[in-house]
């Protein structure tokens, strides 16, 4: 049985080894930085930083979602999805689509004109699945990113 529900201090263990399940995924096993005690701090912050759901499939924390907000120059107030996590052996269930349904109905409570995330270009299940659901794959633009390291380079010059 699929449950959606609001993270709470205790899941953010179980939230951190979703995240590095994740990164290993998507080819970047060393990339995860953050710990169990600064999602904690974060998501319980005023304001939170993000909002997180958790998805339980039988009782156990299989799958997340992670959002935050933001403000578009064009649209306004948007939602940012950061990422929808489901445990390899719990994709296809029904588990992901759940938390993408929840992302989105919080989104609409919160009366965004968008919600945007990004997906790699070779994850054919999930634009594919983003598709489906109405969601448009944008070309033309890239996700273009700033690591600490470069930052301070950058503006010691």
């Not at 912050?45 to 979602?65: H, W």
């Amino acid at each position: 049985m699929i449950n959606i529900r609001p993270a709470t201090e205790k899941d953010y263990p179980r939230v951190l080894e979703l995240i590095q399940e994740l990164a290993t995924f998507e080819k970047e096993p060393d990339a995860v930085e953050v710990t169990v005690e600064e999602l904690q701090k974060h998501a319980f912050s005023k304001p939170p930083l993000f909002t997180c759901f958790i998805g339980e499939y039988d009782d156990k924390i299989e799958g997340i979602a992670l959002c935050y907000p933001r403000f578009s120059t064009w649209k306004g107030k948007s939602i940012h999805l950061e990422d929808l996590i489901v445990t390899h052996k719990m994709r296809g269930k029904g588990l992901g689509k759940a938390l993408y349904n929840r992302v989105l109905e919080f989104a609409h409570a919160q009366n965004v004109r968008r919600v945007e995330w990004v997906v790699l270009d070779w994850n054919k299940g999930a634009i594919d699945f983003y598709k489906s659901s109405g969601a448009t794959i944008i070309p033309g633009w890239h996700l273009v990113q700033m690591d600490g390291v470069s930052l301070a380079q950058y503006l010691e010059k």
